[in-house]
Each structure stands twice: as C-alpha cells, then as structure tokens.
T-cell receptor
Framework: GAGVSQSPSNKVTEKGKDVELRCDPISGHTALYWYRQRLGQGLEFLIYFQGNSAPDKSGLPSDRFSAERTGESVSTLTIQRTQQEDSAVYLC????????????FGSGTRLTVV | DAKTTQPTSMDCAEGRAANLPCNHSTISGNEYVYWYRQIHSQGPQYIIHGLKNNETNEMASLIITEDRKSSTLILPHATLRDTAVYYCIVSASGGSNYKLTFGKGTLLTVNP
C-alpha cells in the first residue's frame, strides 16, 4: 500500500479483556516497529521485527504483551488481560532494514481500557 | 543512543523562520542527527537527517555545528500546519543500529 495502515483506529475495551492491534506495513519494507505513546508523553519502543523474526523485544512491558509478524508483512500486537495503564496510542512503523531515516509511521490505534 | 536536549516549547509567527535547537553533546562519531515531527493525532513523520554537513530538503534545513554537539532545524517559512512536536534524535544508522529513541521533543506553535 501507499502507507502504513493500522486497525482499528480506536478501540475501547473493558479491563481484563484481550485486544489485538493490526499493522499493515509498506509493501517490501523488511523492518517493522511497534511503539506506545501515553497521553502527553514521548514514544516508547516496544518491539522490532526483521522479516518475521523479532530480534529485539526489550520494550514489551510485561508478558501480557506479545507480537507476531507473518509473511514479512502484517503484524499483530496482542495485549492480554488489559489494564487501565495499557491505555495509549499504539504506533507501528516500517522501513527498509537499517534505514532509520526511512521510518514511515501509521496513524496509530488509540486504545482505551475502561 | 546519545541523549538530546530540546526546549519544551517554542512559538513562531506564521511566515517567519522557525529555528529549533537541539543539544547532543555526547554524540558519537558514527551517529547521525535525525529530525521527526508529530502533528496532533498522527504518527511521527521523518523530516531530515545529517551526519556532519548541513542538509536541506523540501521541508527544512539542518545546521550541525562543527563539533557536532548541537544542531538547529530550520523551517524557512513556517505555516500553521507546521504546528507539531519536533523530535531530535541521534542514532547510528544501518546494521544493528535500527532503533530510534524518541524523547519528549519541542512543541512548536505557529501563530497567525
């Protein structure tokens, strides 16, 4: 596609429920990143994919968070047993490998846990 | 990644040049300076990057001091649509140096 697409754009969920957030990167981009942005804060790195592998998961805040990528394309970030502190905008970006100037971000998924 | 220091906020009049400073006194020789911006409710957008030399593109100019310890992003004719948070990031590029670490940035408000 022309850009990075994320869905849903907004998600409201009840505390304790599981949610799945989807990212469709730019076609051909080998690297994919997930970030989290709490209200009024900067971006927190969560996980990096190179192809379908995740060499860096160091930013995932707890074992309730997991992510996968398939076909060197779509990625899904899953949050289990959501908590109120999980409320944030979850941003996905993709790039050619190693091109940190080439990040293209999606518009994010705004997650609200009530 | 080296840390950067940016003012929390700045104002600029529409049509004037906006000069956004960034200090990165601990930058390493192989680290680039990157600028991204984030307009409200959108994902960050790449603006420009540089290593040693000054750079210019259709969006902005980047001036890096000779000692590379600071830089300035220049928007030559700011418009209301340039109101955004501007992030200055230093990072090596390529290989295993894939990750950008975003700070809190500078909120630039362009006033009519």
């Amino acid at each position: 596609g022309a850009g990075v697409s994320q869905s849903p754009s907004n998600k409201v969920t009840e505390k304790g429920k599981d949610v799945e957030l989807r990212c469709d990167p730019i076609s051909g981009h080998t690297a994919l990143y997930w970030y989290r942005q709490r209200l009024g804060q900067g971006l927190e790195f969560l996980i990096y994919f190179q192809g379908n592998s995740a060499p860096d998961k160091s930013g995932l805040p707890s074992d309730r968070f997991s992510a996968e990528r398939t076909g060197e394309s779509v990625s899904t970030l899953t949050i289990q047993r959501t908590q109120q502190e999980d409320s944030a905008v979850y941003l996905c970006a993709s790039s050619w490998t190693g091109q940190t100037h080439g990040y293209t971000f999606g518009s994010g998924t705004r997650l609200t846990v009530v | 990644d080296a840390k950067t220091t940016q003012p929390t906020s700045m104002d600029c009049a529409e049509g004037r040049a906006a000069n956004l400073p960034c200090n990165h006194s601990t930058i390493s020789g192989n680290e680039y300076v990157y600028w991204y911006r984030q307009i409200h409710s959108q994902g960050p957008q790449y603006i420009i990057h540089g290593l040693k030399n000054n750079e210019t593109n259709e969006m902005a100019s980047l001036i890096i001091t000779e000692d590379r310890k600071s830089s300035t992003l220049i928007l030559p004719h700011a418009t209301l649509r340039d109101t955004a948070v501007y992030y200055c990031i230093v990072s090596a590029s390529g290989g295993s140096n894939y990750k950008l670490t975003f700070g809190k940035g500078t909120l630039l408000t362009v006033n009519p």
